[in-house]
């Protein structure tokens, strides 16, 4: 595997379900980041992490819920969803937070919320 | 808090010709960072350019330039002898450069949809 991978690629869940997300880079990266990405909507940043570190939380909701055990994995924690929630989901990693440095997309879980 | 306009949610263009999209920014940071990403259809999304306010000079990668305006606050794509493989959503995006604050806070416009016709 290689650059930026997520599983699974589609999730359909109904609202009192329990799932999650997950993010592996294989760039050496330290630093990695979870996005939404909703019809006729900018990305919308939900969280960074630094060095396994959580240094942003862009006022998401807890119900979702990031989990980072090192620099190459990253998880998205969903519980008791809103159908508004359905929308793809993206990670991405840098090599640094911050810094202007390019930051690396994998291809996106689109998750459907019923 | 910054925000990001692209204005034009669709164009079209024949192959090999030329094609400018259109983004504009509003900040009150003095330093930062301004991109250009692509994300074709069912595919990752992946840097086209790069540019960094504290530079004049626009940045360039092969068929792919930047006007940036800063005092206007103006970056927009130009694609030179467009290709069908162009075929994109194209996403403008801004980083402040506040030091430790910043931690790679990308603020996106909309996206244009930018189709290449043969």
């Known amino acids: 595997e290689t650059g930026v991978t997520q599983t699974p690629r589609h999730l359909v869940m109904g609202m009192t379900n329990k799932k999650s997300l997950k993010c592996e880079q294989h760039?050496?990266?330290?630093?990695m980041y979870w996005y939404k990405q909703s019809a006729k909507k900018p990305l919308e940043l939900m969280f960074v992490?630094?060095?396994?570190?959580?240094?942003e939380n862009n006022s998401v909701p807890s119900r979702f819920s990031p989990e980072c055990p090192n620099s190459s994995h990253l998880f998205l924690h969903l519980h008791t969803l809103q159908p508004e929630d359905s929308a793809l989901y993206l990670c991405a990693s840098s090599h640094l937070a911050g810094g202007g440095g390019t930051q690396y997309f994998g291809p996106g879980t689109r998750l459907t919320v019923l | 808090a910054q925000t990001v306009t692209q204005s034009q949610p669709e164009m079209s263009v024949q192959e090999a010709e030329t094609v400018t999209l259109s983004c504009t920014y509003d900040t009150s940071e003095s330093n930062y960072y301004l991109f250009w990403y692509k994300q074709p259809p069912s595919r990752q999304m992946i840097l086209v350019i790069r540019q960094e306010a504290y530079k004049q000079q626009n940045a360039t990668e092969n068929r792919f330039s930047v006007n940036f305006q800063k005092a206007a606050k103006s970056f927009s794509l130009k694609i030179s002898d467009s290709q069908l493989g162009d075929t994109a959503m194209y996403f403008c995006?801004?980083?402040?450069?506040?030091?430790?604050?910043?931690?790679?806070?990308?603020?996106f416009g909309q996206g244009t949809i930018l189709t290449v016709h043969p």
């Open positions: 992490y630094n060095f396994k570190e959580q240094t």
């Open positions: 760039l050496g990266h330290n630093a």
């Open positions: 995006a801004f980083e402040p450069n506040a030091g430790g604050t910043s931690y790679g806070k990308l603020t």
